[in-house]
């Protein structure tokens, strides 16, 4: 199979730098106009099956390319979905900072395995996205093109686990409304190619 992964379109929150996690936010007008572009980018690699998130600003990312393609059917994943970030969502870093600031300070010092009140675990998030890749996985066939929109984190996890399990997860830099392809066989990746 071929799997396009994208991360959605600028919103306001990804704008102002703010943790949202789990906020339902919309794309702003600036990730409107990326999510049509990326349509027009997609649309040539003739996908088979549209997946998003929960959340609705991957909806919103894929609206575009599902008025060009309206016949393919969509599956929604919310265990694909952003690590939830609990009260610290809607803040930037440095009200965090200011509101919580021994927690911030544990953090900061160990992002993957202290977990702040209210804050998802990354244990729990890493394994969610795992249960939610897999059974995507087991539930497509070998020549389908599955596109896929989904969330930063979602995606370096998806990254480690399929590609590099060793790559520095806040290393992995994937931009608003770019997408990466790979073909997988008999369960292995045979490549992963980043598209801007």
Request: glycine share 6%.
């Amino acid at each position: 199979m071929k799997l396009i992964l994208a991360r959605h379109g600028e919103t306001e929150f990804n704008r102002l730098k703010k943790f949202y996690g789990t906020t339902d936010v919309s794309l702003d007008e600036q990730g409107q106009t990326q999510a049509k572009l990326l349509a027009t980018k997609v649309n040539k690699l003739h996908p088979t099956l549209f997946v998003q998130t929960n959340l609705k600003r991957t909806g919103q990312t894929l609206q575009p390319l599902k008025r060009l393609r309206p016949a393919i059917p969509t599956v929604t994943l919310p265990d694909l979905a952003e690590k939830g970030f609990g009260n610290w969502e809607g803040l930037d870093a440095d009200e965090i900072a200011v509101r919580y600031p021994a927690e911030w300070k544990k953090w900061l010092a160990a992002p993957l395995s202290y977990t702040p009140p209210t804050v998802e675990a990354f244990s729990d998030f890493k394994e969610r996205v795992h249960y939610g890749l897999q059974w995507l996985l087991g539930h497509t066939m070998e020549n389908d093109v599955v596109f896929c929109v989904a969330h930063l984190g979602t995606i370096r996890l998806i990254y480690q686990e399929l590609v590099d399990s060793t790559a520095d997860f806040y290393s992995l830099d994937f931009k608003a409304a770019c997408y990466s392809t790979l073909t997988i066989k008999n369960g292995l990746v045979q490549n992963w190619q980043l598209n801007i």
